[in-house]
């Protein structure tokens, strides 16, 4: 491992001032993504600037909402009774991530900014975009089962690794950002971005900036929400597929509103917007299920390995929404 410098932050303001100062500084979180792709030397950065020490409350909003620290640890997030009680897919989507001691460990905001999981990404021989711009991408004609269905370019086919931003972007959760211009707040779906011709930039933020806290809006007391995540093992791997699902029922049976996002298809959390449109204010069933699954896919684009992925989408999101719907289906 590169040598580096290592700084413990009193206050969010500190730790941006520091990383304001210092060339080559990130912010540590839990280390759990971070300290391993320095082992690898993907990463080496020259100083470590610790930010798991900071505020890691969890707080109601006047809106009905949540707002959650930055530093709050996974496992304290899906523990929490109002996230268990009121947003069922959040906890869902963090408990099926990683492992007990991972989650006990990683940060919110680290969950958020964990890198792709792409084999050619962590393998220093071969070529890849995201971590030597200009070099070209081994995974597009190479084994790429996991990688992108959606959204993907011709230099870089990566997926966006996290269960917890899954959910998040089908709460519509908003990111509180400080840094050395001031603060401000980026829906989530706003946070990551698509490769295009910069696949080595993974997200919208500014250099330095750090991540305070994620807010959840309110939900209606008719809203129901869950997780639904596919993968190859049972336990301690990431989303082939996952679909985040919150929907609001009217009492006729048809979809008051309804908010969808998939994992593991594309470069960032994909809000299923297609879909949503096609089961607003139809009625709840089967059927419109499959059609709104139909209009989300209809653009997906398969590698050599990863056709499958379309078909398995378009059923994880006909069963999750049917997990929603209970015996109207
Ligand atoms: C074996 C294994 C299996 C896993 N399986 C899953 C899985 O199934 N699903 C899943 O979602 N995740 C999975 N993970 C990933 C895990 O969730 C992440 O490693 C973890 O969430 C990262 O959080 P952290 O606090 O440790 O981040 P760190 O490693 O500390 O940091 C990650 C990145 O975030 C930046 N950062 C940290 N905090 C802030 C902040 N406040 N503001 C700005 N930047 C910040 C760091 O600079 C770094 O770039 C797995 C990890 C491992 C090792
Ligand atoms: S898919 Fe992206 S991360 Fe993977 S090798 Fe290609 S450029 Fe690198």
């Not at 790429?144 to 993907?152: D, E, K, V």
């Not at 869950?226 to 993968?231: A, D, I, L, N």
Request: charged letters at 25%; a neutral charge.
């Amino acid at each position: 491992m590169t040598p580096f410098q290592f700084q413990r932050a009193a206050d969010s303001a500190g730790a941006v001032q520091a990383a304001a100062a210092l060339t080559g500084a990130r912010y540590l979180g839990g280390g759990t993504n971070l300290v391993d792709l320095m082992r690898e030397g993907i990463e080496q950065p020259a100083t470590l600037i610790d930010v798991s020490g900071l505020p890691a409350g969890i707080e109601e909003t006047p809106e009905g909402g949540l707002i959650i620290d930055a530093a709050v640890r996974n496992t304290a997030l899906a523990e929490h009774r109002g996230v268990r009680e009121r947003y069922p897919v959040l906890a869902r989507a963090i408990l099926s991530g990683a492992s007990g001691q991972i989650r006990n460990m990683a940060t919110v905001g680290g969950n958020l900014l964990q890198r792709t999981r792409c084999t050619y990404f962590y393998d220093e021989a071969a070529r890849c975009n995201k971590r030597m711009p200009g070099t070209g991408c081994d995974a597009r004609e190479g084994f790429n089962r996991i990688h992108a269905i959606l959204g993907a370019s011709e230099g870089c086919v990566a997926t966006h690794p996290s269960d917890m931003c899954v959910a998040l972007a089908a709460l519509g959760a908003l990111v509180h950002l400080e840094g050395a211009g001031g603060r401000r707040t980026l829906p989530i779906v706003d946070l990551h971005r698509l490769p295009g011709d910069r696949p080595d930039v993974d997200t919208e933020l500014r250099p330095g900036e750090l991540i305070t806290a994620v807010e959840l809006p309110g939900l209606g007391s008719a809203a129901r929400s869950t997780y639904r995540k596919v993968r190859d093992r049972a336990s301690y791997a990431f989303a082939l597929v996952s679909v985040a699902a919150v929907l609001d029922l009217a009492p006729d049976g048809t979809v008051r509103d309804v908010r969808l996002a998939l994992g593991g298809v594309a470069h960032k959390p994909w809000r299923a917007l297609r879909a949503e449109a096609a089961l607003r204010g139809r009625p709840a069933n089967a059927e419109t299920f499959r059609v709104a699954a139909e209009a989300e896919l209809a653009d997906a684009r398969p590698l050599r390995d990863n056709a499958f992925k379309i078909e398995l989408a378009r059923r994880v999101i006909v069963t999750t929404l049917g997990d929603l719907t209970g015996d109207r289906i």
